[in-house]
């Protein structure tokens, strides 16, 4: 199975700032990654398909890139309802796993 | 709108059993795959069990299977996860998703019902 490794586990950053997130695969998930983000006591948000599409109603800030086995989640200025936990998981092959998350908390 | 509203979640002894239940709305329930996916607290997601559109395929985790069912009625757009053989490990946040029409990956979400086993 193909494992995802977020990084780092929690990342401090200040409101209006660039946060960066990486999610590495074991093995090569060609553009099949999808990015969620979950705030506290809240479920799972789908934010990013295709590794670079944004789903519905996800504002700009957010992007996605990367294929193969190396992925970034950028979030161009962070608001303070971006603070949360990020998620990614490949659907490249079967099963289709999560990373551990990141948790982007304020600096 | 979709909506998925997730319930029968509480508290049970180990060896119990629970039924979870995911009413579905917003959509046409009986062309779409879902999936449970539960978060035991302070970790990740961990997807336990799949079922196609029409119910003749499912999926376990190896952490769940023989103890755990997945089922559907698409005449009332309802999901199930009968949970048997309970145990403390499975404590957990437990959400219904829907997979994309397509892809594997979860486009909507219920809002979770917490399991918890525990004598």
């Known amino acids: 199975e193909i494992v995802l490794t977020q990084s780092p586990a929690t990342l401090s950053v200040s409101p209006g700032e660039r946060a960066t997130l990486s999610c590495r695969a074991s093995q090569s998930v060609s553009s099949n990654l999808a990015w969620y983000q979950q705030k506290p006591g809240q479920a799972p948000r789908l934010l990013i398909y295709?590794?670079?599409t944004r789903a519905t109603d996800i504002p700009a800030r957010f992007s996605g890139s990367g294929s193969g086995t190396e992925f970034t989640l950028t979030i161009s200025s962070l608001q303070s309802e971006d603070f949360a936990v990020y998620h990614c998981?490949?659907?490249?092959?079967?099963?289709?796993?999560f990373g551990q998350g990141t948790k982007l908390e304020i600096k | 709108e979709v909506q998925l509203l997730d319930s029968g979640g509480g508290l049970v002894q180990p060896g119990g059993s629970l039924r979870l239940s995911c009413v579905a709305s917003g959509f046409i329930f009986s062309s779409y795959g879902m999936s449970w996916v539960r978060q035991a607290p302070g970790k990740g997601l961990e997807r336990v069990s799949g079922i196609s559109d029409s119910g003749g395929n499912t999926y376990y985790a190896d952490s769940v299977k023989g103890r755990f069912t997945i089922s559907r009625d698409n005449s009332k757009n309802t999901l199930y996860l009968q949970m048997n053989s309970l145990r403390a490990e499975d404590t957990a946040v437990y959400y219904c998703?829907?997979?994309?029409?397509?892809?594997?990956?979860?486009?909507?979400w219920g809002q979770g019902t917490l399991v918890t086993v525990s004598s």
């Open positions: 998981q490949q659907y490249n092959k079967w099963p289709p796993l």
């Open positions: 998703a829907r997979k994309d029409y397509n892809y594997y990956y979860f486009d909507y």
């Open positions: 295709g590794a670079s």
